[in-house]
């Protein structure tokens, strides 16, 4: 957000410019970020790549574990043996049971690089989380500008329907007095009266509009759908920011995270072949069993250390079919990476020249919008002179109430536009 207050700072626009940053909509930014499932999500699955970096770094240090049995055989093992000198043959009997437990420790000292590589995976895979947080960020502030402006503008077309429906009960007021002494045709109040019920449908179909885009407003903010949430009145003006500003745009999170897929598909072929380097252990266990050492019935102890090394050595060919396959997935995910440049440039240069347009449209609107209010004017004093018909000047208010609502709706575009080039510029924050 200070990011946002850098840009409007720099600008050299007129009052207006500071329009599209109101301090509602920030405070209405922050509860819908706070109120987001799909960033609370992100947040959880941040927490979790944090624990899953912990749980690599793990595996570098020594593990220990135990173990224990018991073992009865029905028939223990039994040797007869005749030697020489000897009158009677030696009798050897095994017990029939076996019990005891034992202790294991065990240190890698050569993996192929996999332990190192499954910490870099691990970090990898919690930047990229850190990025789809920022991007389900950028989304929701997003989201939460449009539906706020639009729900601004429904607001302010309440108002123009409003006024349009007492301008037409006003005429409709000084037709019939006019009726009543018989100096104008009755047929002028049927029109009238006609044109009043249908300003009244509209108000009723723009009261309609407008508390459902609250309760939509509430429902993504997370208040209740009912309550009155208070908005600004009008839709402001604003006008296009310079090039000073544009130059603080931020690198997408799209592009991060195709970055952190590089990266991840190069560790991934750095895993698959520390498989067939050596693979160097040493360990020790220590055991207190029966039978113990010499046959004994009693419980001994007992201890070994020990080294294993594991080397592969012929595999059909699998290894070189892994590389292959792993640099394959490795281009995949650079060609994915330039995609998403080229459409985050095209997104870029496509909100600029929307927001151009959308700011060309506002002054058009405006102008219309002032020539409709004149032309309305002259309408009624030439109808009051005698000079045109009712029918004139009815569709001389309905133009300036179509002039009203075109201007509304270009500043709301207008507006969202500018949200979108922020999006696409990555200001949010």
């Known amino acids: ?97 076996k019990y005891g437990a034992s202790l294991t420790l065990l240190q890698p000292i050569y993996t192929g690089g996999r332990l190192l590589e499954s910490i870099r995976m691990a970090q990898h895979q919690h930047s990229l989380a850190t990025h789809q947080k920022e991007q389900l960020l950028s989304d929701v502030c997003f989201q939460t500008d449009i539906q706020y402006w639009n729900t601004v503008a429904r607001q302010e077309i309440v108002s123009i329907v409003t006024d349009y429906r007492n301008s037409i009960a006003s005429l409709a007021k000084t037709i019939r007095e006019r009726v009543e002494v018989s100096l104008i045709n009755p047929q002028d109040l049927l029109m009238a009266e006609v044109k009043l019920n249908d300003a009244d449908f509209q108000l009723l179909q723009a009261r309609k509009e407008f508390e459902t885009g609250v309760m939509a407003f509430n429902s993504l903010i997370g208040l209740p759908l009912e309550e009155a949430t208070p908005i600004d009145s009008i839709v402001p003006p604003m006008n296009l920011p310079d090039s000073t500003q544009l130059s603080l745009a931020r690198l997408r999170p799209e592009i991060k995270m195709a970055h952190d897929r590089i990266k991840m598909a190069e560790s991934s072929l750095k895993l698959n072949d520390s498989k067939y380097k050596p693979q160097i252990y040493v360990g020790a266990d220590g055991s207190y069993s029966s039978p113990g050492y010499d046959l004994r019935a009693d419980l001994d102890p007992n201890y070994a250390v020990y080294a294993t090394v594991s080397v592969p050595l012929f595999e059909w060919g699998k290894r070189r079919n892994e590389k292959r396959a792993s640099r394959q997935k490795i281009g995949i995910a650079k060609d994915n990476l330039n995609e998403i440049q080229d459409k985050v440039n095209l997104e870029i240069q496509t909100a600029r020249l929307c927001l151009s347009q959308a700011m060309e449209q506002v002054k058009l609107s405006q102008q219309s919008l002032e020539k409709a209010h004149e032309n309305e004017r002259q309408a009624m004093e030439r109808y009051n002179e005698g000079e045109i018909s009712i029918v004139e000047v009815i569709e001389a208010q309905t133009y300036r109430q179509s002039a009203e609502i075109n201007h509304v709706q270009a500043k709301a575009t207008a507006q969202g536009q500018y949200s979108a080039l922020i999006k696409a510029l990555n200001l949010y924050k």
Do not use: W
């Open 1 to 97: 957000m200070k990011k946002i207050y850098i840009l409007f700072i720099l600008s050299l626009c007129d009052p207006f410019a500071f329009g599209q940053q109101s301090a509602l909509l920030e405070k209405y930014r922050s509860l819908a970020v706070d109120y987001s499932h799909d960033l609370k999500a992100a947040e959880k699955n941040l927490a979790a790549s944090i624990e899953l970096e912990k749980s690599a770094r793990a595996d570098l240090k020594p593990k220990l574990s135990g173990d224990a049995s018991f073992q009865y055989t029905g028939n223990p093992l039994e040797l007869n043996l005749n030697l020489p000198g000897m009158d009677k043959a030696l009798e050897i009997q095994g017990r029939d049971t």
